[in-house]
């Protein structure tokens, strides 16, 4: 069974950083690309970056460009996003998704806060 599960969230002032790990399970993990997602209040739900099996990166959210990275280890089946210069703008629940043979998995978000 895929399972994906995020953590790293809590809550941070404007110009701080925070890491996000998604650890997943149930599939070969190298093999697949995985993204993050978040949903701030009352919006909805909306890509941020992804990480290819092969490293590459792919941006979705042009905000976040020169703040946020994305990094995986293979080894550990995790990837993290990495957040930096946070805004309040980026208070959002982060979600973590992979697609495996044509479906899409989704982990449990984590709260990101950040306060002006």
């Known amino acids: 069974e895929v399972q994906l599960q995020a953590s790293g969230g809590g809550l941070v002032q404007a110009g701080g950083s925070l890491r996000l790990s998604c650890v997943a399970s149930g599939f070969s993990f190298g093999d697949y690309a995985v993204g993050w997602s978040r949903q701030a209040p009352g919006k909805e739900r909306e890509g941020v970056l992804c990480i290819a099996s092969d490293d590459e990166k792919t941006y979705y959210d042009e905000s976040v460009k020169g703040r946020f990275t994305i990094s995986r280890d293979n080894a550990k089946n995790t990837v993290y996003l990495h957040m930096n210069n946070l805004k309040p703008e980026d208070t959002a629940v982060y979600y973590c998704?992979?697609?495996?043979?044509?479906?899409?998995?989704w982990g449990k978000g984590t709260q990101v806060t950040v306060s002006s």
């Open positions: 998704n992979t697609e495996n043979q044509g479906r899409d998995y």
